[in-house]
């Protein structure tokens, strides 16, 4: 029945690699993403752009708001799909080929490794899990919460589960077969160089986003969002991997 699964798994997969290389729900998030960002900035006055901001990014404001019995854009409905909706929301231009680059060469990985609805599913926990954390580490609750950063560092980590055999040198190939890797241990990953070395990569990218973006308001607070993505993907990896980790390989 394994080897049923497995096959019907890359057949799956297999079907989700259109002319762009990447599977069909990576594909949808590029283009649900940008689509989104040309009709706000494109199509959307001053005025009709904020408040489609307001209704669907993620603030703690709105909480606050809702709770005193005052308005706000969306309504309890908003506060509800909230936590879900702002990873669409990519503030600006940069941010969104940013984050969509890197979701095309980790979320291309996942995806096939979790096929579509898992891959979906440890999304959209991460997206809710993001969300809570943002609130934790916000200064005031104005702070507002925009674009896939968090998922898609999420991803990242969920990936480093698996991509560790491909090393830097095979990290951004799409067509690779690192998704067919056994995951390693949380505890495994820390004593192979290959996850080291991952990490050091991943870490070094990052410190140059916040260099080269610092005068757009870029601060501490991002970066430790951005790490504990990472942290959450490492850890949610687990409950949405269906296929055998390195410890219960056979030999």
Known sequence: ???????????????????????????????????????????????????????????????????????????????????????????????LVFDLLWLAAFGT??????????????????????????????????????????????????SIRFIYAAGLGGIMTMGSDAWRQPALGIVEMWSDVRVLQLFGFIFAANTLFAVLYASSGLDGRTLVHNTLGYIVGILLFSLFDPRPSAASRPG
Request: proline letters at 6%.
């Open 1 to 95: 029945m394994a080897g049923v699964e497995e096959a019907a798994m890359q057949s799956d997969n297999d079907n989700q690699e259109p002319m762009f290389n990447l599977p069909r729900v990576i594909l949808a998030f590029i283009l649900l993403s940008a689509g989104i960002f040309i009709g706000r900035t494109w199509y959307l006055s001053g005025d009709g752009a904020a408040t489609f901001l307001l209704t669907f990014c993620f603030m703690p404001m709105r909480y606050q708001y809702l709770a005193s019995g005052v308005g706000f854009p969306g309504g309890w409905a908003a506060g509800l799909w909230s936590p879900l909706t702002y990873v669409f929301l990519s503030p600006t231009p940069s941010s």
């Open 109 to 158: 990985a996942v995806a096939r490794r979790f096929g579509a609805w898992r891959f979906i599913l440890f999304s959209a926990a991460a997206s809710i899990i993001g969300a809570g954390l943002f609130w934790l580490l916000a200064k005031d609750v104005q702070s507002v919460l925009l674009g896939p950063s968090f998922v898609v560092a999420a991803l990242l980590g969920a």
